[in-house]
């Protein structure tokens, strides 16, 4: 007997969660998202859906029947680096239940339903955000992507077997439901919702070089010290985020040598900018580097940029975006933009017509031990799913 | 047969080397310091002196006759993370080559002659520089430093048994000789330099705290991120000591999670100050501290400062200083302060009248792969260090 949603959730809960902070530590092809993993095909199995996978560690659990092109829904069970719970895992829980839901109804649908776990979706181990979905659709090759290098020097190609995917051949939509990452819905006083956009995003590195040499004896004149052209980046970098109305964080950082006693050698460190537009997130990189240059410059030391992904806006189908809204039972459910990326935007890019429904976050804190959905916002996105699933595969 | 100076050298080259930088990882207790430790001991019975241990590491090599209280010599083997060959090695070589010259002078000391290597002078691993000389002064007591970690949780109860050191108990004078990190013998043209005094010098933890939040869809108004605070205080603290004459360096940051995608919930930077006295000191990371705390009130952040060390000014011996200084042939050495701590300020500190010896370093690096002195030098160094052992020991 398949179980309920809240049977399921509680099932993950433990999975890769770290006691000191409560946040979750789910990096792909390590043993809890492995588990995470395993845990999906039983609940398949359970549900008789048949389970189909790719060379890169991607799953779909197909409940077939109907003729072609499918409905596929689901979302990813990796997380950030002490991440929250709902980030990828309400989609796909939700997506299970919604087939639950959708046969307790009696409902027999004219095309075949999946629900798809794209791996490595946050790009926390690679390096590269949506990398399941990216090898899935061939927007990354997979020549490329076997040589990403993980912190600790492991490749890609080291891990997954790789080669192709058939896995979307025969997808006509899809649908991913995900827990909200700003307050867009608290605002709007609605449980769920449905996107209109994804912000343009990129990650770039920064690697400063200067000098190593002896925190006490090196005469602050004689110095070229990459820590300070960093620090003066990253605060340019939020000001000029602030004054534009876009998003910059420096949030990761590795300094060589990381003594306390030594000016470090180098200090590598990565920008995440999204922005309204493209032209906006070409500007306020261009702004950033410039003003890293600048100041190198002053500190004798020397500023690279290298952008490590950039993933241009993406604008989901607007005639499903608007059925979706629309064509249910009560009001319509607000449409708004996402400044996160998703798996939804990779397949939206390639050409497969794709929704995507938030489900209300209280806080609106995301990827953070402290993201939170009511269990209550849960069920009415269980329901907005099934319902949307079973008006795409009349 | 004991090796000469330039054999001892070439032994030693090549232990915890790294290939990619060419700079040293001995931290204590690992494997290259634990080899390093070993020829040491070699070394020391090669030239039939008396190994003595203490109970925290330490070892002194005796080279016993005459009536106490003894000479001792010596530095340290361990190195900052990636740093030089000489800073620390360059006093022990030199001290065992000083040996042999006194020897092959014919001299017969009448007190009791002591090579001495401290553990943990850096303070890479357990955090607090001069650990096996504040252990043997009892400067540090074992109750507290037991409980120390090292960035792997590892404590250092387990790494050493401890307990009592009676190492230094008929030392009289202790003499130090350690490659130059600065440039004013360069400035002045000796090769060899005396200490005057040391710089008083602390380790500062500063602890900033925020909120974890998703770096694409958290309004840069509605985020608590440590790094911006962080990032004002490297800056400020550049400054502050720039204005003063002094120095400041965050050379050391650990970030958490450390996610591309994620505003930091907490860093961690380590703020090494030094000053010309005290009370400069005091004033340096007083204003650091209410910077600071000033930014981190405009952040919505929280900073909490913790001295994880300080040592204050130490003046070494002046009698001494003046006489090895000039009580040889040739012109008198020049007396200079130094900004680096060393074991001979714990030594000084402790009551024990201390001395010590520069070696010219052409380009002043150090604590960096860079860190050279010319061979010609170093014999300079060894010569002068036998004069003063010779003339201290009559």
Chains 1, 2 share one sequence.
């Not at 798809?116 to 979905?133: D, N, W």
């Not at 896995?167 to 919702?193: I, K, M």
């Not at 343009?200 to 590195?205: D, I, K, L, M, V």
């Amino acid at each position: 007997m398949p179980d309920d949603f809240e049977r399921m959730w509680g099932d993950l809960a433990p999975v890769g969660r770290a006691v000191s902070s409560g946040g979750y530590f789910r990096q792909p092809f390590t043993t809890p998202e492995r588990e995470l993993a395993a845990w999906f095909v039983e609940q398949c199995e359970a549900r008789r859906l048949r389970v189909e996978t790719d060379a890169f560690g991607n799953v779909v659990g197909w409940w077939d029947g109907g003729a072609g092109p499918a409905v596929l829904t689901g979302s990813h069970l990796d997380s950030v680096l002490d991440g929250g719970a709902y980030d990828g895992p309400l989609g796909v829980v939700s997506a299970l239940a919604a087939i639950d839901l959708m046969r307790s109804r009696g409902v027999v649908p004219a095309r075949p339903v999946g629900v798809s776990v794209f791996v490595e979706e946050e790009g926390s181990r690679f390096g590269l955000a949506c990398l399941g979905s990216r090898l899935a659709t061939g927007a990354t090759s997979w020549e490329t992507a076997r040589e990403l290098r993980d912190r600790e020097g492991v490749r890609l190609g080291d891990v997954v077997e790789g080669g192709t995917s058939a896995l979307l051949a025969d997808v006509g939509t899809f649908v991913e439901l995900h827990v909200e990452q700003g307050r867009d819905l608290v605002d709007r006083g609605a449980a769920v919702g449905v996107a209109s956009k994804i912000w343009p995003h990129g990650r770039y590195r920064f690697d400063f070089t200067g000098s190593a040499n002896h925190a006490g004896t090196t005469r602050m004149e004689d110095r070229q010290d990459p820590m300070l052209t960093y620090a003066m980046t990253a605060l340019a970098a939020n000001k000029q985020a602030r004054l534009a109305g876009q998003r910059a964080t420096f949030g990761r950082i590795e300094v060589e040598p990381n003594g306390t006693n030594a000016v470090p050698s180098k200090v590598t460190a990565w920008l995440d900018a999204r922005c309204s537009s493209d032209d906006a997130l070409v500007g306020l990189v261009e702004v950033v580097s410039r003003q890293a240059a600048e100041r190198a410059e002053r500190d004798g030391t020397a500023v690279e940029v290298t952008a490590e992904s950039v993933s241009g806006s993406v604008a989901f189908d607007p005639d499903l975006a608007a059925r979706v809204a629309a064509d249910h039972e009560g009001p319509d459910w607000p449409v708004i933009p996402t400044q996160a990326g998703h798996d939804a935007g990779i397949l939206s890019a390639a050409g497969i017509p794709t929704a995507m429904l938030f489900v209300r976050n209280p806080t609106g804190v995301s990827h953070s031990p402290a993201e939170h959905a009511e269990v209550a916002d849960c069920l009415v996105g269980v329901s907005a799913l099934a319902d949307t699933l079973e008006r795409l595969t009349r």
